[in-house]
C-alpha cells in the first residue's frame, strides 16, 4: 500500500491468508439507521437518506448494528469541501455548510424517477460492475449513484441508484449479469439519487486462513496472541490509511500515477498509463497491448469488448481526435467526471498516507503545536469547514488538551490548511518532488476541481467478534487449555466500520503483516 509505514500498536500479532476466495470476505453496507443491506434484508435502501420508496417496496425491521464509541471520543467523519459532493474523494466525506453545489441526495429535476436496487458483485470492482450495467442498460456510467467502492476480491452488497432505467427494465437483465458475477435485489422507484458516504457504515465478515505465529515468535500460544491483537486494536484503534484498492493493488500501473500525470496535466502520458496491460494475454489487455504499439484507436476499439465501457469512450474520441495533446484532453473528457477525478483522488490519498506516516515517525501519538483537530468550540451553522480544523497551540500541547483520535491530516487540494509543524513542511517539500508545488489542484482543460478535505489519522473498530474454526470450517473448542493446530486452524471474524476505512488496514493493524 503507498506510503503505509505506521503502526499503532506493539502487540506481535500473527501470520494468515485472506481472500483465498471472494467468499471468505464478504462486505454489506450498513444504512443510515444502522441495518444491514443482504439479500435477507436487502429491502432497506430507503434508509440510504430516507428516500421515498415505490408503495409496493418492503422494508423490514432488520436488527440495528450498535456503534459504541471509544473512550472519550468525539467520533468525526471525514470533512471537506470538494469538487462535487456526488464526487467526493472517498465514502464518508460530506459537503461544506453553505455549498451551493448541486447535492447528489437531491430529487432529480421533474421529479422523475429512479430505479433503485441492492448490487451483489462477486469478484468484481464497483466501476467495472457498473460498466457491465451501463452496456446491458444502454445508459451511461455516469447514470448511477452509490455510496462507496467496494473490494473487488469479495463479495459485496451495496445500494445502487439508475437513472433513465425502469424497475421493470432492470429486472429483464437479471439472467445476463449474474453470469458476470452480479445479481440484483429489491429493485423498486425512487425519487433521489445517492451520494457518496451516505451511510452508517460497512459490516465484514472475513475468514483468515492459515493462522500461524510470527515467524520470530514460538514462544507463545497462538491463541493467546490472537486474542492478544484484538484487544489492542479495540483499545488504541489503527492508523486509517487508504487501503491497496483505492490505487489498484497488484496492478502495472497504479491510479495514483494516471492522477499524477493528469494534475501535472500530461494528457498523453496519463492515457498511455491508462491503456499500460497486465501481464495476461486475455482480450482485454491483447487490446491495450496492440493500442500502446500501434496508437491505432479504431483497431483497438474492435479488439476491445463491450464491458469496457470507459476505455471505448476514450478510444472513440482519440480515434476523432488523435492521440496528441489535444485529442488525449478530448478522450479524457468523454468519460464521466466521477471517472476522471477519481484518479486525481487516488494520488491525493497516497500523498495523505506517505504524511500520516511521517506525523507518526515524527511526532508519535502525542499531540504537537501546529497538529490540527476538528474543534466544536464557537460552532455554528454559518461556520466554514476551515472554521473548525484548529491549529494546536504550544499551551494546549503542554496542557494535554487534544488526544490523537482528534488528529486531522488534509488531503492536499486549494482549500485546505496544512499542519504548522514540520508536517506542514514535508507536505509542500513532496508536492515539490512531483512538479507540484505551484500546482492549484484545478484542470480546467478537465473540469477537475480538487478543493481538499481532511481526514482523522485514527480510527476505531465496532461491534468486533471471532472465533475459530478447522479446515471443515466446524468450530474449535476454546477452552483455556486448548491450543490451535496451526495447519488447520482459520479464524472467522466479523466486524462494523465507519465509511471510508479499510478493513484490509484494519488487518495488517491487527495482524501485524502486510495483505
Partial sequence: MPGVLSM???HIGFQGS????????IVTEIDTLGRLLSESTAETLGAFGDMPAAPNSYCPQSSHRPWPE???LHREEVLGPFDSPSHAPEDGLSPAKGSTEHMAGAAPEGGRHEAGFTLRKENLETLEAISYLSSELGVLPSDFSYTGIKDKKAITYQAMVVKKVTPERLKEIGSTIERKGMKVYNIHSVCQHLKLGQLKGNHFDIIVRDLKHQSNDSSADLKERISEAFENVKTKGFVNYYGPQRFGHGQNVQTDQIGLALLNEEMVKAVKLF??????DDPVNQAKRYFLQSDDAKGTLAMLPEFKVRERMLLRALNRYGVNHEGC???????PHSMRIFYIHAYCSKIWNEATSFRF???GSKVVEGDLVLSEENVDENSSLNDRVHVVTAPEESANKYAIHQVVLPMVGHSIKYPNNKVGQWYHERLAKDGLQTCRFRVSALQLNTPGCYRHILKYIHNLS?????DNEKEIKTEEDSHLNESKASLLLSFDLDPSCYATVCLREIMKCDL
Fill in 8 to 10: 499503532r500498536s506493539n
Fill in 18 to 25: 485472506i481472500k483465498t476466495s471472494a467468499s471468505d470476505f
Fill in 70 to 72: 471509544p473512550p472519550e
Fill in 275 to 280: 491503456f499500460t496491460p497486465e501481464d495476461t
Fill in 329 to 335: 484532453t478530448r478522450g479524457w473528457l468523454s468519460i
Fill in 361 to 363: 515517525m515524527t511526532y
Fill in 466 to 470: 471471532y472465533h475459530f474454526l478447522e
